[in-house]
């Protein structure tokens, strides 16, 4: 509607009715700013800007629940219950009996998953040595004693795929895996690592991709859920078509020879509370993936995704995205140019950064 009206009227009055909607809107933003109320009836009324997300938080509460019965490859809820076991398992001092409140529907979401064909085997592994070690040092009480002879029924055994060890339960501090890079090192990465924009005219091969999303996904996330996804183009047209439709990309998306649009996923919540962890957890992987980019030769630009309507409606057509699945951001993929210019973009220092409370 808004490029139908903007070729009808004359450009000077195009921008003089923007600029005189744009005074109205912060005029009435000002007076409903003032209480909660007002607020929603300001978004709701006259600014639509967060009407996508009220349906995507929905839709992902939605499909959190259809999840429970149609199980898939993941299951959310076994992720993040594991998780709560581990870190009681882990606590000082630990209590003798702790996850009463969940440990019921653990038990039965793991049976679900244990018989479900397809299921990821390393995550019924890491739940099975979890449940193991719970059920190893817990004190029984009636909800516990319950849940623990559901589990001794199951044929846990079955699950387990590998012979790793030590198995994938918590383990001490001093177990984990060194790394040899020191601080210099670690700082020239930093460093190293660039928002390139200029790209040789050289396939990117989907086996690095993954080699590099397998390091990324070592990034820490909300009670591990790993709310997130990676639509991946190798294809250079097509990832030259995608990385043109959002903003900040002009002059340069028809260079760009992979990209990865990543994914939040909403369904993995059933409360509107979480309903910003995607962008959270999406942040932090984004940036251990362009660093795991740059380890195996490659470069990337992070490409932001604003929160535009008519955007938003072209790349979830474009991928044919449900309602609950929502961009965080997208990232260029490919050899650098060795004569492609980086911008120096000067950072603020720690000094600048670091607000101390008291």
Same mark, same amino acid.
């Given at each position: ?8 009227? %004359?450009?000077? /009055? ?5 600029? !005189? ?14 209480? +909660? ?29 259809? $999840? ?27 209590? %003798? ?23 990821? @085997? ?10 193991? $070690? ?14 623990? $002879?559901?589990?001794?029924?199951? %044929? ?13 339960? %918590? ?17 020239? /990465?930093? @460093?190293?690592? +660039? ?7 050289? !396939? ?53 020879? #992979? ?8 369904? #993995? ?30 470069? !990337? ?14 790349? !979830? ?19 650098? @140019? ?8 000067? @950072? ?11």
């Amino acid at each position: 509607m808004k490029a139908l009206i903007k070729k009808i009227l %004359p450009e000077t /009055l195009f921008d003089a009715l923007a600029r !005189t909607r744009a005074k109205v809107d912060l005029f009435l933003a000002k007076h409903c700013v003032k209480f +909660r109320f007002t607020s929603s009836l300001f978004y709701f009324l006259i600014n639509g800007q967060f009407r996508r997300e009220h349906q995507s938080v929905l839709a992902g509460r939605i499909a959190y629940h259809e $999840a429970l019965e149609a199980i898939n490859a993941s299951h959310a809820l076994l992720r993040r219950n594991t998780h709560r076991l581990e870190k009681g398992l882990i606590m000082e001092p630990r209590k %003798p009996s702790f996850a009463e409140a969940y440990i019921g529907e653990t038990v039965d979401i793991f049976a679900k998953c244990l018989n479900q064909e397809g299921f990821n @085997k390393e995550e019924l592994d890491w739940a099975s040595d979890v449940l193991s $070690a719970y059920f190893e040092v817990v004190t029984d009480t009636p909800v516990i004693k319950k849940a623990r $002879a559901l589990f001794n029924a199951l %044929p846990v055994s079955m699950s387990r795929t590998t012979t790793k060890s030590p198995p994938n339960s %918590p383990y001490p501090s001093e177990n984990r895996v060194k790394s040899s890079i020191s601080e210099e090192d670690l700082h020239a /990465l930093f @460093k190293q690592r +660039r928002s390139t924009r200029w790209y040789q005219d050289k !396939t990117v091969d989907i086996s690095l991709i993954e080699q590099a999303i397998d390091m990324a996904a070592q990034a820490p996330s909300a009670c591990n859920r790993q709310p997130f996804e990676f639509y991946t183009c190798i294809e250079p047209s097509i990832a030259q078509e995608i990385a043109s439709i959002p903003m900040g990309t002009k002059g340069f998306s028809d260079n760009i020879q #992979a990209l990865i649009v990543i994914m939040g996923d909403l369904s #993995a919540y059933p409360f509107e509370r979480d309903r910003h962890v995607i962008y959270i957890d999406g942040g932090l992987v984004a940036m251990q993936l362009m660093l795991a980019f740059e380890s195996l030769g490659l470069s !990337t630009c992070p490409i932001n995704w604003p929160d535009i309507e008519s955007f938003e409606v072209k790349l !979830t057509n474009r991928l044919n995205l449900p309602a609950h699945k929502r961009p965080i951001m997208m990232v260029a993929v490919g050899y650098a @140019k060795d004569t492609g210019g980086i911008p120096f973009s000067q @950072k603020k220092s720690a000094k600048q950064l670091i607000k101390v409370v008291k």
